[in-house]
């Protein structure tokens, strides 16, 4: 799989001659350098984006075939997020962020699936709260239980612990592979933290948009 | 779906509210709407209280008269639909008393005459007068005193009319048709009871006879009857309503639309602008939140309909909220009207509350539907790189899509077509002329850097590199501004300027009659009675008998006014130099008196008749045919009530010719004796009073004024509305840069001096350029629409730069000073 993109200065390639596959509930942490192209992947693996050439299959349905419309409801349907900005709704309390992909999964029991994945994430103290009213680890916790809430099959997080301190990022990270295991989730995280990285069961190294350790 | 976009929307509401976004984008639309209800509910009252005024002259609001009594069945059907009416019968005939005959204009009256104004007599020859709702008493008659004075006789005397002896009642000395019709071509007036008619034994068949059917109502039950009637119309009908008035008060009437259209389109600009401003920032805060639900498996109808349920929602409420505020508002019109008309008004109309809801619907769908369809196009991507946007081109679209709903709006809410388009072209170029000024003095800012203190610096550089959103910001800023003061500083010149045109000594009272032999001797009368010598006009009475070689035919008109102006005698005047109010439009006016026979024709004249520059006209005065071309078309000021003529034309060609002189002066009211003595020295003279006419004038320009003071309430909020949402718009950019400012060690002063540059030079650039903007328009609105001469006055550009400063600044500063009074580190963490 390859992608390139242009910029006024001319062509730029991302990624080169990536092949690779993951087991279902496997985990697989992406590492790297800044810039050695591991958001592009993570990005290309979502659907957010297309690859130049290649293709890109998730639990049998080749997305890079789908239109974006398709693609949205794909990752409505199998995959979780996890971002390093958290990418909570600042209109929505910590409930509502919760219910948004159930609801939008056109889930009946929305409100009580998210209030048991807040439960589970121990926030069942601050559901009402809005994402300004919340610590930063607070509200990671609730993208994580965003991101469970419809049981996906594949989780995708980046830099998840990258925006916290040392001590929450370690809990935040507990959180993630513990809900991982329960439910027998997929996770890819591209990360910096080496202590992360090295809970999961396969790791991948990039380099200047090379492959250079499986 | 559909419940979850509608859960989904209502949940963000409800958040988006309490934190404030949306109320800008409320108060906007409710601003726009109310500010276009109140113009829509004032023109319409306007417009009812100057008909009103005009129909007073007309004597009804619709007068239907023909050789032949009207058929029966409508008046049937008039006063089914509950109109008032009364009828009048107009005939030459010699009157008769004791010492001789004289021809007069006699007039049978019905009982209720007139409907609208009333009627005016005295007790006795050159007595006082007084109004009076009656009309002569069977048996009687009220005559004008110039009749009285011809005839030689007295209140109490006995006249002959036809068959009939009448006693001579009162003094009668106004009529209100009297004004509203041909002024100058009337025989003496005799007022007799219609029930008197058939004694005299007058009227039979093949007499000259002239029946009015008068009516009035409600404006509404007019309408509806004049439509149903005038279907029916034969050729010899002729209906007349208000749109027929005298010329002055026409023209005043449109120059008075014209003055609330403009207040109605500067509402409409800056309702627009801050919608656009608003909805761009609303939806550009939702970029992540649209990214992130795309990533939860969003569709693109899902986002739109999401966000869009959203904003229609707003901008429904808002809607809402405008009309009921402009519909209060219109109360104080009421009130204001009720002083200036006896009766009661009929209920607003619907028509300003479908106006504005349709204006808020246009403007929200031409300037808030573009940015949100951007919401569609978001890269989801952008959930991972933050700097990712829309596709650009959105900016464009939105451009585009706005300035046609915006040209649209315009150009409905003119009423005008030609004004409106005026108007957008003004507004297009002060968009371009905006925006380039703005850069060059953006440029020439960096300049003023040197030497100054770090924040200055700060401030301005920020100016200037954040280049292409202050060019924005200027352009927000300056319309706003250029609306503000062109409704402000310009509208008031535009309105002195208007009422200048009648000033409190303009002439009321018209002189007509006077025989040339008499003419010294009127001059004299003048002089011994220190009264200036007003100015006397030759008068030629002319019938135009062809154009072109091409006899006339009133048939050959379709339109009302042209075929009563072919029916009757022209007013010819021949002079030497033109009056100095006159305007050539076209052509040359003659050199000296010798010039051979030509005419200069008033330019709405010609328009009416289809006359073109080099016709030729010709005209029977007396037994002979006067032919010639027309060499020039002339704009006349009717309003200024100054003596005036259609057709014009050198002495050489009219000097031979039967003339008699007019005149008009001022005659100060507590100087009745003057006017009493000239009727004694000069029976023959017919005096006309017009002071009720130039009242009415005077009412429409106070009107006009009054609500276009009261309109201008509703079109500063909603400038202000544009500025707090100009600066609104940059707030997080703004208070991000602060706190980053104060985290690096900046002090609270250096960050109020950075933002205090940034604004006052972004506001001062806005204020100077809007004043050449509002300038140019104004000038053009001025000088093209409403006649008036309009200079540039140094201190619009004062004002303009100073305020936009000023204005700028202490709102920028109010809006951010947030980010002094709070951590840093909270704002940053905030405005993420």
Not at chain 1, 113 to 118: D, G, M, S
Not at chain 2, 543 to 561: F, H, I, S, W
């Amino acid at each position: 799989m390859v992608k390139r993109v242009t910029v006024p200065e001319g062509e730029l390639t991302l990624l080169t001659d990536i092949d690779f596959t993951i087991e279902t509930g496997a985990s697989l942490a992406v590492v790297g350098a800044s810039g050695s192209g591991k958001s592009t992947l993570l990005g290309l693996m979502a659907g957010l984006d297309r690859p130049t050439s290649g293709h890109i299959v998730v639990h049998g349905t080749e997305i890079t075939a789908l239109d974006e419309d398709a693609r949205a409801a794909l990752r409505g349907r199998l995959m979780g997020f996890v971002f390093q900005s958290f990418q909570l709704l600042p209109s929505l309390t910590a409930e509502e962020n919760v219910m948004l992909p159930l609801e939008l999964a056109a889930n009946a029991n929305a409100r009580d699936a998210a209030r048991n994945v807040l439960e589970r994430v121990g926030l069942s103290h601050r559901l009402h709260h809005y994402p300004k009213q919340l610590s930063g680890g607070e509200q990671q916790r609730v993208a994580i239980a965003r991101a469970f809430a419809t049981h996906p099959k594949l989780l995708l997080a980046d830099e998840p612990t990258g925006s916290l301190d040392r001590h929450t990022g370690e809990k935040v990270g507990e959180l993630l592979f513990e809900l991982n295991r329960e439910h027998g989730t997929t996770l890819v995280l591209v990360t910096h933290d080496d202590q992360l990285a090295a809970r999961c069961s396969r790791q991948l190294r990039l380099d200047e948009g090379k492959l250079v350790a499986a | 779906m559909n419940s979850v976009d509608r859960r989904l929307a209502w949940r963000m509401l409800r958040r988006e509210w309490r934190s404030g976004d949306l109320r800008v984008f409320f108060v906007a639309i409710a601003l726009a709407t109310a500010a276009v209800a109140a113009v829509g509910f004032f023109t319409d009252r306007i417009a009812q209280v100057l008909a009103l005024n005009a129909n007073e002259l007309l004597g009804g609001d619709l007068i239907v008269s023909s050789p032949n009594p009207l058929p029966e069945e409508w008046l049937t059907a008039a006063r089914q639909q509950g109109l008032a009416s009364a009828r009048t019968v107009e005939f030459p005939s010699m009157v008769g008393g004791a010492q001789r005959f004289e021809l007069a204009g006699v007039k049978a009256v019905s009982e209720g005459y007139p409907l609208r104004g009333t009627l005016r007599i005295a007790d006795d020859l050159f007595a006082a007068d007084r109004e009076t709702t009656t009309v002569p008493s069977v048996g009687s008659v009220w005559a004008e005193a110039r009749l009285l004075s011809a005839i030689g006789a007295q209140v109490g005397d006995t006249v002959n009319l036809g068959q009939s002896k009448l006693k001579v009642e009162a003094v009668l000395s106004n009529e209100p048709a009297r004004a509203a019709g041909n002024v100058f071509s009337m025989a003496p007036r005799l007022l007799v009871r219609i029930d008197d008619l058939t004694a005299t034994g007058l009227i039979g068949p093949g007499s000259r006879v002239r029946y009015t059917d008068l009516f009035a109502g409600s404006a509404d039950t007019v309408a509806e009857f004049r439509k149903s009637v005038e279907k029916q119309l034969s050729p010899l009908q002729r209906m007349q309503g208000v749109e027929d008035a005298r010329p002055e008060v026409r023209q005043a009437l449109e120059r008075a639309r014209r003055f609330l259209g403009l207040a109605a389109m500067v509402s409409v600009v800056l309702a627009s602008i801050a919608v656009a401003l608003t909805a761009d920032r609303f939806i550009n805060r939702h970029l992540d939140a649209c990214a992130v639900m795309r990533c939860l498996g969003a569709s693109q109808r899902t986002i739109l309909s999401i966000y869009g349920r959203q904003i229609g929602a707003v901008a429904l409420a808002g809607g809402a909220l405008g009309v009921l505020i402009g519909y209060l508002a219109q109360n104080g019109l009421v009130a204001m009207a009720a002083s200036v008309t006896n009766g009661t008004l009929p209920a607003p109309s619907m028509m300003p509350v479908l106006a504005a809801l349709a204006t808020a619907a246009v403007t929200v769908i031409g300037f808030a539907a573009p940015p949100l369809m951007r919401l569609r196009n978001v890269p989801t991507l952008r959930v991972l790189r933050r700097e990712m946007t829309p596709m650009t081109g959105g900016a464009r679209t939105t451009v585009l899509f706005g300035a046609t709903a915006l040209i649209a709006l315009l150009l409905w809410q003119a009423g005008d077509p030609k004004l409106g388009m005026w108007v957008v072209l003004g507004l297009l170029g002060a968009l371009v002329a905006l925006g380039g000024l703005a850069w060059i003095m953006l440029s020439l800012t960096r300049r003023l850097t040197r030497g100054v203190g770090v924040a200055w610096r700060f401030g301005i550089a920020n100016l200037v590199r954040r280049g292409r959103s202050s060019v924005v910001q200027v352009i927000g800023f300056g319309l706003g501004f250029t609306a503000l003061l062109l409704l402000s500083v310009v509208r008031g010149d535009l309105l002195d300027a208007w009422s200048q045109r009648l000033p409190e000594d303009a002439p009321n009272r018209f002189l007509i009659n006077i025989q040339p032999s008499q003419m010294e001797e009127v001059k004299r009368f003048y002089q011994a009675r220190n009264q200036p010598d007003p100015g006397f006009y030759p008068m030629v009475r002319g019938r135009l008998v062809a154009v072109n070689g091409k006899p006339t035919a009133e048939e050959d008109y379709a339109d009302d006014r042209a075929q009563r102006l072919v029916a009757r005698e022209f007013n010819l005047s021949f002079a030497e130099e033109m009056a100095a109010d006159n305007k050539i439009v076209a052509g040359q006016w003659w050199s000296g008196g010798e010039a051979a026979a030509q005419w200069s024709v008033e330019e709405g004249l010609a328009k009416t008749l289809g006359f073109k520059m080099g016709d030729t006209l010709s005209f029977q005065v007396a037994d002979r045919t006067i032919e010639a071309k027309i060499t020039s078309l002339r704009g006349v000021e009717w309003d200024s009530f100054r003596v005036n003529f259609f057709v014009i034309g050198p002495p050489q060609a009219l000097v031979d010719y039967p003339a008699t002189y007019i005149t008009a002066f001022y005659l100060p009211e507590d100087r009745g004796e003057f006017l009493t003595d000239l009727l004694r020295t000069f029976p023959n003279i017919t005096v006309i009073d017009v002071a009720a006419v130039m009242t009415q004038v005077r009412n429409i320009i106070t009107r006009v004024s009054e609500a276009i003071e009261y309109v201008f309430a509703f079109t500063i909020a909603a400038g202000l509305v544009v500025l707090y949402a100009s600066i609104h718009a940059t707030f997080d950019e703004r208070i991000r840069e602060a706190a980053v400012l104060r985290v690096l060690g900046a002090g609270r002063g250096d960050v109020y001096k950075s933002l205090i540059a940034e604004f006052a030079v972004l506001g001062g650039i806005a204020g100077t350029v809007a004043a050449i903007a509002a300038f140019l328009v104004g000038k053009i609105v001025a000088e093209k629409f409403f006649d008036l001469s309009y200079s540039f006055d140094i201190s619009l550009w004062f004002t303009g730069t100073v305020a936009g400063a000023l204005v700028v600044g202490v709102a920028g500063i109010l809006g951010t000073r947030r980010v002094v009074s709070t951590p840093p580190w909270t704002t940053l963490r905030e405005v993420t």
